[in-house]
């Protein structure tokens, strides 16, 4: 079981962009979401991805310098704008997206930095949009390898038609000890349909699977579950007024490793870590919300 490492920042590969919604402008990303929230919990991070040489790119980091997150690892193209979403919300606010396509983001490179990073670092973030390119998929293979042995590889699964390669998610899938996904994302990955009740036997199929030592799935308003070791822990959500469910994902996830990073937390307790950061979250418009006393971290 790999034991955490924190003297070198968490990793968190993959697209930065912004989200252009109905009430608003937010950065975004999920890799980016999650940089955010580890940096707001005191873990030290460093996102790896790429921006256009444009105003939208300067803007993305400007709001990483004045949150205090590194933007060493961020490289900027100057043939490439910077990635952009357009978004609706229903009316219990979950968004879809249309996103935009040969952006900075799809041609993330890993310079030296970033490798003698990889090579100390407790763990590293990736998702399945970024693989829809093969200089990405390229790019994070470096970053697997170069990660010592007892570093935790998460894989947060997203999928997001048309960027749904679920060849892609079952190729990647197995280098991860950390899967994280929805429960819809969980049913799809073992050829079910989804229904409330099954995760825990969705999340056994998965581990069968991919022999992935940490198997969690999320389900929204119902709550989460997590398979570790044989043993399925489930925590159920708290009822919410949801303003959007953009980044609630990502706000689990952060809340979730930063606990396991720590190595000083019951399964319950980093499940109701993460389910209580996303209902945040989801109560706040955006997926990055400005901190206050009552957050519950």
């Avoid at 809340?255 to 990073?261: H, N, P, V």
């Amino acid at each position: 079981m790999p034991a955490p490492l924190m003297n070198s920042p968490v990793l968190c590969f993959g697209e930065v962009l912004w989200d252009f919604l109905p009430h608003g402008t937010f950065p975004g990303g999920a890799p980016f979401n999650v940089a955010y929230h580890l940096h707001r919990l005191a873990v030290s991070v460093r996102p790896v991805s790429a921006v256009g040489c444009d105003d939208l790119g300067d803007q993305l980091l400007q709001r990483l310098a004045q949150w205090g997150v590194s933007t060493a690892a961020i490289i900027r193209h100057d043939r490439l704008p910077t990635g952009r979403v357009s978004g609706t919300l229903s009316a219990g606010g979950d968004a879809h997206y249309l996103i935009a396509r040969d952006v900075a983001w799809d041609r993330i490179i890993i310079g030296p930095d970033t490798l003698k990073n990889a090579a100390s670092s407790p763990a590293l973030v990736f998702g399945s949009l970024a693989l829809r390119s093969a200089e990405n998929r390229a790019a994070l293979k470096q970053l697997i390898a170069a990660q010592p042995a007892n570093a935790w590889r998460v894989f947060d699964v997203n999928l997001r038609a048309p960027h749904d390669d679920l060849a892609l998610v079952r190729e990647f899938a197995p280098a991860a000890n950390l899967l994280k996904l929805n429960a819809s994302e969980a049913a799809r990955l073992v050829n079910a349909t989804e229904s409330p009740g099954h995760e825990e036997s969705h999340a056994r199929s998965l581990a069968a699977q991919f022999k992935s030592s940490l198997i969690c799935i999320t389900a929204g308003e119902r709550g989460a579950g997590l398979l570790r070791a044989d043993r399925w822990t489930w925590v159920s959500a708290r009822r919410v007024t949801v303003a959007d469910t953009v980044g609630a994902g990502d706000a689990f996830l952060a809340a979730f490793l930063g606990c396991l990073l720590r190595a000083a937390h019951t399964d319950t307790e980093m499940l109701s870590a993460g389910c209580r950061l996303g209902e945040w979250v989801a109560e706040h418009p955006g997926a990055t919300p400005d901190y206050d006393a009552t957050t519950p971290i």
